[in-house]
């Protein structure tokens, strides 16, 4: 069943800035370039549905020139030393600090983000930036030394080269941040392609940080990924593609990839659960479901999306997430108060829409929200759905949008038996105030972050990344350059 009373409106601001567009072209070889096809792609504010601009639909060709310019650009930079990169990316942070507000507004406005998502998202990309800086100045490889008789081995930590770069559109500068900050510290060139849908501050901040890379280091083309990322995937002189993106454009590029034998850093969807124990804080379990569900609209990999809670406390926590869900304020770019905003284009607005209608034909309990919000834009309320029984679709689909689904448990085990049943491994928590469980459960769940207590928090010192189906290599944190770099192994004969 469904809520009949309306209980979510969209706050619309009065005026929003207008945002500060790019220039037109592929960015190519340190400049914005004709595409070789006249074709364009329409930019949605997917919160007015006006459309703000239009940005090339590129080519083969265009990915061609340019990974060129990387692979013309990629010995001098590798030549540079750590300190000297590591200075550029310092750069790029200031550069995106002093234009802050700029960003946030053209995020914004492409994306739909209310302001504190915005505002998060230009943050993180920021700081990203500088602790790649410090960390391109403090590898660490095993020690000089004598392993062989007569023999001296050092470690070489070197660039892998060209690297091809895919990021999604849920949040376009701060993915691209996570590519090409560790890329470019560890000595590598890079061609960028940005979600057809959300390209406006990738584009520009390759505008903006122009006169302080090497031309050539860095390259944008923008186009469909069936065009564009394939052939990047594909690329003889690409020597690792990266992508953050849904499970089944990681198949793409990881097969594609596969012809030349290149190394692939996949970050892929997720479906986490939220494991509350009868022994929980359960408001503060709400309220964390309340931010880590429904952050960006739900528009997350690692949203708190899939919540199992013991039987005895199911009630009293559903009552709860269910207040703490319908006081959520929906509204547009600008609506200072708005905690969600729209989903990214009408046509994931849709596919979340048929998520929905399958929940109730499947006969799940809508306890609150579940339906479009009329007026302009692609609005859906915030959704919780109860009493799911174990298996369901909801279980294991990721829906990618603002709905939260809640089912019950009766023993340990069976909470991570059925956590661990999903082709997913991003990212779990687990609720407890019981420290010998808190440090047992974490271990048996087959996640590559697990949080005790909290859900979502992210620190740029440490690694993200998942296990099965959500792909392998990590972002952020030391670990992030070590995936963009290769080791090599000198041994000298002494004797």
């Known amino acids: 069943m469904t809520t009949e009373t309306a209980l979510f409106t969209v706050i619309r601001a009065d005026a929003t800035p207008a945002p500060s567009l790019p220039a037109f072209g592929q960015f190519i070889g340190g400049k914005f370039v004709p595409s070789t096809s006249t074709s364009t792609v329409d930019i949605v504010n997917p919160a007015t549905e006006e459309v703000l601009t239009q940005v090339p639909a590129g080519t083969a060709e265009d990915v061609d020139a340019a990974v ?211 022994d929980a804080d359960l408001e503060a379990a709400a309220k964390g479901v309340r931010s880590a569900g429904f952050w960006n609209g739900g528009q997350e990999c690692g949203a708190a999306c899939r919540v199992l809670v013991h039987e005895s406390v199911a009630d009293k926590f559903t009552e709860l997430l269910v207040r703490e869900i319908s006081e959520i304020t929906v509204g547009t770019p600008g609506a200072a108060d708005a905690e969600i905003g729209s989903m990214i284009s009408k046509a994931h607005y849709e596919r979340v829409l048929a998520a929905l209608d399958d929940i109730r034909k499947d006969g799940l309990t809508i306890a609150v929200g579940g339906r479009a919000i009329e007026g302009p834009g692609y609005f859906i309320e915030p959704t919780v759905v109860t009493n799911v029984p174990a298996g369901a679709g909801i279980t294991s689909n990721e829906i990618f949008g603002p709905v939260v689904s809640v089912e019950t448990f009766s023993t340990d085990e069976e909470a991570v038996t059925r956590a661990n049943e999903t082709i997913y491994g991003l990212a779990a928590s687990v609720w407890t105030k019981d420290s010998a469980r808190s440090l047992t459960v974490p271990r048996k769940l087959d996640f590559g972050t697990v949080w005790v207590n909290s859900h979502l928090v992210i620190a740029t010192e440490m690694p993200w990344g998942g296990f099965k189906g959500s792909g392998y290599g990590r972002d952020l944190s030391s670990y992030a350059l070590d995936d963009f770099s290769r080791t090599k192994h000198v041994m000298y004969n002494r004797g």
């Open 68 to 278: 060129a310019a990387a692979v013309a650009a990629k010995d001098a930079w590798a030549a540079t030393t750590p300190r000297d990169r590591a200075a550029v990316l310092l750069k790029i942070a200031e550069i995106i600090e002093v234009n802050r507000e700029l960003f946030e507004t053209l995020e914004a406005a492409n994306t739909g983000k209310p302001p504190a998502v915005a505002e998060d998202d230009i943050s993180s990309a920021i700081d990203t930036f500088r602790f790649s800086a410090g960390a391109a100045r403090a590898y660490s490889t095993l020690g000089a030394d004598d392993y062989a008789e007569n023999h001296t081995s050092v470690i070489h930590r070197e660039p892998v080269g060209v690297v091809g770069v895919i990021t999604p559109w849920n949040y376009p500068l701060l993915m691209a941040a996570w590519k090409i900050a560790p890329v470019l510290g560890a000595g590598n060139t890079l061609v960028l392609k940005p979600s057809e849908q959300t390209p406006l501050t990738t584009l520009k901040l390759a505008e903006l940080i122009a006169g302080e890379i090497p031309a050539g280091v860095v390259n944008i083309v923008t186009g469909p990924g069936r065009v564009v990322g394939n052939r990047l995937s594909e690329h003889p002189d690409v020597d690792l593609v990266a992508i953050t993106g849904s499970v089944g454009s990681g198949q793409k590029v990881a097969a594609a990839a596969a012809g030349s034998v290149k190394r692939v850093h996949l970050e892929l969807g997720g479906k986490a659960p939220v494991v509350v124990f009868a």
